[in-house]
């Protein structure tokens, strides 16, 4: 017998980076976890992450952006409470 969730709508995935596809922010991410296990010696923020972004302001955008979304969603639900 299937297990029902109690989620009634199905979640809208977004990007955290306004001009990038959730599939090129995953990969990105994934750069930045590589090039900081491979070699944590030789990490830098100015290596490039994901096209011609750094590492240092692709995580800044990431943040920025995941905080907004965060925040959107919480101000969204106040006003519906």
Not at 47 to 62: D, K, P
């Amino acid at each position: 017998m299937p297990v029902r969730t109690r989620r009634k709508k199905q979640r809208k995935v977004t990007s955290a980076i306004a001009d990038l596809t959730v599939s090129e922010v995953r990969r990105g991410l994934d750069t930045v976890r590589k090039l900081w296990n491979n070699t944590p010696h030789e990490f830098s923020l100015l290596a490039l992450a994901f096209g011609n972004r750094s590492v240092q302001q692709f995580c800044y955008e990431f943040v920025l952006g995941n905080h907004i979304k965060r925040h959107a969603k919480s101000t969204a639900k106040k006003k519906t409470s």
